[in-house]
């Protein structure tokens, strides 16, 4: 008790000393820890925004399908079984949209929204018996096909008969994954309209959603199901697949933010124990003070613990605050599951609680006689200085340097902490590259074509006929995609056959080399990892039962389906998969807009092909350019919190020869120079070893992701040496602006103060 | 009289420069309670080597130290750290207040590190900076101090928990004349209340205050001698000259 209101007093008049050190140790803390929270939070938004939803529309467990109205109190009555959603009426349709098909399913739903799995208007209203030509559509169909509420939504049904209704709300939902990876499209309907609509039971289908009281019973609910429904049900489908559907193939996203989360928390550490050591360095007088005055060794460490653990608590606590806070106004509530938080927070107190351990116990350890320790070290002319010296610089800049070495351990976390977050700095410009070059280049990512054309309600010929004359379309190739059972493998990958074996797609190879003739193909990373084989072994397939074998010849850059694809030429498929072909592939002239060139094909076939934009990867990952920025405002605060640290010790260390100095006829701008100079080349050093060490790991780093996530090695580009240059440039500007405050301060403090 | 401290045979032999270093050879020393002693010597003679081990700021090589008859030369670090707290107050010649607290944090504090209440701490200090005439300056930072005024604020420190033993360590050699005058007379009136004192000087002046001064040299002490105390109120020039 004594000793607690003892240390408290101490702890409270040293954190008034130096408020604003304590307050940026506080911030750079809050920051890593918010930073770390947002990643999380954003990674589990984007790449798995199912548990949201699940829990905003208070999503159903498990779907049946089933061709007459099921009996819902056999379904109800199934143990485990809370509440149902449905049955609704659901019919088939295709939604033609500027020359563009895609398939729906016309739910008929009440006008009152249900209580299980309610969908979520986004925008506009939900369905109203007084507008019954209105339609709600879900929203990844709405954004895929560009409707916005008042819209007019063509469609044409099984019989043949086209229909108009109106887009009048657009809604989220748990019920199925995202269009166009999960078809058909969800459009919501009133009953009575769907009668109008289709008026035939016979061409539709009835949806029931089953709220389970336990997730974890969905597996055996779902078998159960399977057996009440026996004839009736056409398939069934389980919150399982929602999720799987929606999850991005984003573990590019994933590992950058957890390697930037991590390496950001250990230069935040880094930079605690820098904060934490430098102070005790500086208090070394006063903790023997204390030890003389009946302070035990372990109270001292315990205090400094105390003192400098805080300071790191409260950061953490502000940044959970913060970090939370951010992901509730960007996202509205925050679908982060408590153990993440709880991970993070807890993760960070650890690693705060180490980095101040060292510095405290060091300190604990400090003699209780004050004058012997308290001098700093006179080093001698450290190597550097003497070259300062060999070179004829001013003398400022020569006791600088002598200053900058004389602490070597100091120096070395002072240059470190600085390199650190340099080095993450650039290996996420490395990154932007990495996308700026994917939108640059497409064909670097197997994307030379920028239009993939499929011919509609037009023959071949005709199609060919349109393609071939538009004067932007370079090149089109004829193109099919199949799916093939891997053999051993319960799972069927792509098969994707663009041009001939003569007339070659260019797909980028990145190790071995392109296919020549029939029967040799290239393979992406994630496909030669699944099926276990190299290049130039021999793969068999099944392609719709009959056998596909080739021999894999080279490896490409795959950015689609985690690149368990094997892309070929046309010829080296069975004709019955290859004639007609099922698209067309078109490489267009330098310069030409995808878009123009749609609209023209478009409107001189009279809407009758279709014609789709290729996604760029980068687009996907739009996500990270924000993360990266974010990131880089946190490493830059901590690489702050290392100079001011870095500074502050440098004054404490030249309080008394400052006096020394002037004496000797120094002038206050060269008093400023020399503590400039030490801290300065601290600075600079570590600045440009962190970029030196991050342009060498960068592109290894992002290769080695890519090979992870199938895409292949060879997308990793190293950030430009311009951007770089302004990167260094800019954190040494920086850093010698926030050195020169205090430094400037102390040259002007008169001689006799103490 | 009661003896207060003790030392036998003590030796401190620094090794930590490489070559042994025999600060301190073989010191038999006695205190009784109330004595003031005033430890002189050249420089380089071990006198603070001496005082630093009789506060268990330093370990000693070889002998015994004992303390209101207990030994405490075997105590560990943190055996000496509770030891100081309630029986031993230190003043060194400098680095003696903790610069980030104030005057009345400094003087608080080892009341509250022996289990004083924040009251009584308050209290006590209140008594001794008045004492000192230091009231008004309770707020300031030690840096805003004389030399003399915070060398006062450490000698109340020391004293803050009415410690068995005052070391001090020649406090008034970084003093001018009038700023020493005031710290002696502070360290006479403690003395007076029967306050036990073992202070390091090299100047006769100062030690002339002591009842008893004894000289190191080499590290050993060469010469212990009590000095008659003075009585200015009561003795003529006569006896003094006499005496001589
Ligand atoms: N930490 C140390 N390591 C090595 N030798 C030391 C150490 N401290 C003191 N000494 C040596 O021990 C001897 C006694 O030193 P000490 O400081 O006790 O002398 P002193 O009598 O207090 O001198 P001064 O009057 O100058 O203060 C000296 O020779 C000194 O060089
Ligand atoms: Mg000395």
Sequence with gaps: ????????????????????????????????????????????????????????????????????????????????????????????????????????????????????????????????????????????????????????????????????????????????????????????????????????????????????????????????????????????????????????????????????????????????????????????????????????????????????????????????????????????????????????????????????????????????????????????????????????????????????????????????????????????????????????????????????????????????????????????????????????????????????????????????????????????????????????????????????????????????????VLSLGLDSLAAKDSVPPGFYALHLREGADPDEVRARLLAASGEGLEVQRVVNPAERLTILRVVIVALIAVLALIGLANLLTASALGLRDHASDLAVLKAMGLTPRQVTATLVTATGLLVVLGVFLGTALGALFVRGLIDLQGHASGVGAGIGRAPQPVTLGLAVLAAVGAALAVALIPARRAARVPVTAR | MSVVLKAVNLVKVYTDSGVPVHAVRGVDLEIEAGEFVAIMGPSGSGKSTLIHMLGGLDARTSGEIWLDGRRVDTLSESGWALLRRRKVGFVFQNFNLVANMTVADNVELPALLAGASPREARERREDLLARLNLTERADAPPGQLSGGEQQRVALARALANRPSLLLADEPTGNLDSRNTRDVLRLLGEVHRDGQTIVMVTHDARVAALADRVVSLLDGEIVDDGRIPRRRPATGTAGEVIDLR
Excluded at chain 1, 444 to 451: D, E, F, I, K, N
Aim: charged share 20%; aromatic share 4%.
């Design chain 1, 1 to 564: 008790m004594s000793t607690v209101r003892a240390g408290s007093r101490w702890i409270r008049a040293d954190l008034r000393a130096r408020r604003g050190q304590a307050l940026l140790t506080v911030l750079a803390v809050a920051g890593i820890v918010a930073a770390l929270l947002t990643a999380a939070t954003l990674l589990e938004e984007g790449t798995n925004p199912w548990r949201g939803l699940f829990a905003q529309t208070n999503g159903a467990h498990v779907w049946a399908h089933t061709r007459d109205q099921p009996e819902l109190g056999r379904l109800l009555a199934l143990d485990g079984v809370a509440r149902a959603a449905g049955p609704y009426r659901s019919a088939p349709v295709t939604v033609v949209q500027e020359g563009r098909k895609d398939p729906a399913a016309l739910r008929a739903v009440p006008a009152t929204p249900p209580e299980v799995s309610r969908p979520v208007i986004v925008e506009g209203q939900w369905l109203s018996t007084a507008q019954p030509d209105g339609v709600v559509v879900e929203r990844s169909f709405a954004r895929s096909l560009g409707l916005r509420p008042g819209e007019p939504l063509a469609m044409n049904t099984l019989s043949g008969a086209r229909r108009v209704l109106y887009v009048r709300g657009i809604a989220d939902t748990a019920d199925q994954g995202f269009y166009p990876e999960w078809t058909p499209g969800l459009v919501w309907v009133l009953p009575v309209t769907l009668d109008q609509v289709e008026p035939s039971l016979g061409r539709s289908e009835w949806v029931t959603g089953l709220r389970l009281k336990d997730e974890d019973a969905t597996q055996v609910v779902a078998q159960r199901v399977v057996v009440t429904l026996d004839e009736q049900l056409q398939r069934v489908h389980t919150w399982r697949e929602v999720r799987a559907a929606m999850e991005l193939d984003n573990r590019l996203l994933g590992t950058l933010l957890a390697l930037f989360g991590v390496v950001g928390l250990v230069a935040a550490a880094l930079a605690l124990a820098n904060a934490a050591g430098g102070r005790v360095l500086g208090q070394l007088r006063d903790l023997a003070t204390l030890k003389s005055l009946g302070f035990t060794r372990r109270q001292v460490a315990l205090l400094l613990i105390v003192e400098h653990g805080a300071l790191g608590l409260l950061g953490i606590g502000l940044g959970t605050v913060g970090g939370l806070g951010v992901t509730m106004a960007v996202f509205g509530s925050t679908s982060l599951a408590p153990l993440p938080v709880v991970a993070i927070a807890g993760g960070t107190a650890l690693v705060v609680l180490a980095a101040v351990g060292l510095p405290a116990w060091r300190g604990g350890r400090t003699p209780p006689i004050p004058a012997a320790p308290a001098a700093p070290p006179r080093g001698h002319l450290s190597r550097l200085a003497r070259l300062a010296l060999l070179v004829r610089l001013p003398p400022a800049l020569v006791l600088g340097t002598r200053d900058a070495f004389t602490r070597r351990l100091p120096a070395f976390l002072t240059v470190f902490g600085l390199a650190v977050p340099m080095m993450m700095i650039t290996i996420g410009l490395g990154v932007w590259a990495t996308l700026d070059n994917f939108l640059k280049n497409p064909a670097q990512v197997g994307q030379t074509a920028s239009l993939i054309v499929k011919k509609g309600k037009l023959t071949p010929a005709e199609a060919e006929l349109f393609v071939s004359r538009d004067p932007d379309v370079r090149h089109a190739y004829p193109g099919s995609t199949v799916n093939a059972l891997a053999p051993g493998e319960a799972r069927s990958v792509r098969v994707r056959a663009i041009g001939t074996s003569t007339e070659r797609y260019p797909f980028p190879v990145a190790e071995g080399r392109m296919y020549t003739r029939p029967g040799e193909a290239v393979a992406g990373q994630g496909l030669l990892d699944l099926l276990g084989v190299r290049i130039g072994d021999r793969v068999r397939l099944t392609v719709g039962g009959s056998p596909l074998i080739v021999r894999i010849v080279g490896r490409a850059v795959e950015p689609d389906l985690d690149g368990e």
